[in-house]
């Protein structure tokens, strides 16, 4: 089913070659008792990560693809099909909508996790400091989420999924309720910090753009029940220009292909 | 974050701490309101519209109250009452808000459990105050008990409502950061019930204050309940009228206590 447009793409820090993530004949299915009816979500879903790449699955909405999201995180569980993931920790999460909790403070939301696992208050301290600093809060640290912008409030998500240095991070469009220029901000700063950590991302979007902007490879899912129908490598150099990179021709014939591929998903 | 702004005139940052002047105005207008219905009453039984037997003027229950305060007659009624109250109370609300956040948080407990409290929940409490004296006797443990079941079917209901109105997000959070059931319990299930468990407390102090006087009717030598019920068997009007002003105020004094702790435990929701 894999199409490649292009040669894969040098990175300025390739990854390893060994897989970090592998999903093999994925299946999911809803049943509704109450109308004893049974939605299949996702159909034979097959695609690899590599350890420190940055993947980007797009498709409509409802073809699947947070669903595919939450059984990497452990949040739901598969029909069938395996799932492995070659990771000491969990994968960590950053969640679609404002997933920031409203009786903590910024500091506090990010110290969430440690907190959770006994990590020393010093040791919080530090490494919260940190984190604030990377994802540009630091002044924000005792504020409370209500007085926060959408965009902060995903940098508090973000920074709270980074704060316990787990290898995997799973992103669930953290960036689609934001306005446009907050949200290329994010996407600069975003593909920064992966940069310095990396980190294995596999980021989900419903934007043709943002996929490319961020990722090494696009996977392409169809509508409902959704299942990968194209693997595209994205071949930018990094560090990437979110706005630079937009004057390269490729930019738009990748769009155009991505489009094309979504457009000629055939509805199951 | 700061107040004072160099590109701002007076009038601007006047205008711009209005609202908030208004909202702290409101509130300090709140504590008098409820003086104007004493106003309304007074002006009544002065013009001869209410019949001053059954409804003396307050300023002559203001009289007596000020007697029995120099007499420090009722003060005794005050401490019983509030004593059974305040046992009572915490009876049960721990058990209801620990209950409601089990079967909040478990689908299958509350499937299985949840009918049991449903079917108990609209037995009036004062009906079964005769089978309590039976079992507790007539002393203060009959009352904490009494208390105690009122209160806690609000507290676990309010409890309950608050935690399946958790959003799904803040679970998958917990989860996703490795959260221990009784981490999410504590960590998650508690601070978003918060709201709805103070609005608990507040109905069910309101509902103590209701419960405990009915009690002290029937079964008291002791209390502002029992003082109300000795006042109008001698007929004593006014004094009557002084514990039912007490017992009111007591109720609307834990309330208002109750508000203030929630400003400070829940400062991220409105008020």
Known sequence: MSVAVSQPGRTSRPADGATAIEVRNLVKAFYDASGDRITLATTDVNFTVKRGEFVCIVGPSGCGKT?????????????????????AAEPAMVFQEASVLPWLTVAQNVAFPLSLKGVSRQKQRERVGELLALTGLTEFA???????????????????????????????????????????????????????????????????????????????????????????????????????MRRDKRFWDLTYEVWRLLAASPEH | M???????TPDEIERLKAPARREKLHRILSYFS????????????????ID???????????????????????????????????????????????????????????????????????????????????????????????????VFFLMFYNTLGGVMQIPQIYLDVARNAGATRFQTFRRIALPSALPSIFTGLKLAAGSSFIIIAAAE???????????????????????????????????????????????????????
Not at chain 1, 233 to 240: C, G, I, N, S, T
Not at chain 2, 2 to 8: E, I, K, N, V, Y
Not at chain 2, 222 to 240: K, L
Request: no cysteine.
């Open chain 2, 217 to 271: 009717f029937l079964g008291a030598r002791s209390g502002v309940g029992f003082f109300i019920w000795a006042s109008w068997q001698t007929f004593a009007v006014s004094r009557m009228f002084v514990g039912i002003v007490v017992i009111s105020l007591m109720g609307y004094l834990t309330i208002l206590a109750l508000e203030a702790l929630e400003r400070r435990f829940v400062p991220w929701a409105k008020h």
């Open chain 1, 142 to 244: 005792d504020a409370r989420p209500h007085q926060l912008s959408g965009g902060m409030k995903q940098r508090v998500s973000v920074a709270r999924a980074l704060v316990d240095d787990r290898d995997v991070l799973l992103m669930d469009e953290p960036f689609g309720a934001l306005d446009e220029q907050t949200r290329l901000t994010l996407q600069q700063e975003l593909l920064g910090i992966w940069e310095r950590t990396g980190k294995t991302v596999v980021f989900i979007t419903h934007s043709v753009d943002e996929a490319l902007t961020l990722a090494d490879r696009v996977l392409v899912m169809s509508p409902r029940p959704g299942t990968i129908v194209a693997d595209l490598a994205v071949p930018f150099e990094r560090p990437r220009d979110v706005v630079e």
């Open chain 1, 67 to 87: 669903t595919v999201l939450r059984i990497l995180a452990g949040l739901e569980q598969s029909l069938s099909g395996q799932v492995r993931i070659d990771s």
């Open chain 2, 2 to 8: 700061t107040t004072a702004h160099p590109s701002l």
């Open chain 2, 34 to 49: 409820p003086l104007l219905l004493l106003l309304l009453w007074e002006l009544a039984a002065q013009a001869a519209l």
């Open chain 2, 52 to 150: 001053r037997r059954f409804f003396p003027p307050p300023s002559a229950i203001a009289g007596t109250a000020w007697q029995m305060i120099v007499s420090l007659e009722l003060f005794e009624h005050i401490g019983a009452t509030l004593r059974r109250v305040a046992v009572g109370y915490a009876m049960g609300a721990i058990p209801g808000v620990l209950l409601g956040l089990i079967l909040g948080l478990s689908a299958p407990v509350r499937r299985i459990l949840g009918p049991i409290f449903a079917a108990l929940y609209p037995v009036p409490k004062i009906a079964i105050l005769p089978l309590i004296l039976l079992i507790f006797g007539v002393g203060d443990a009959s009352k904490f008990v009494v208390i105690a079941i009122g």
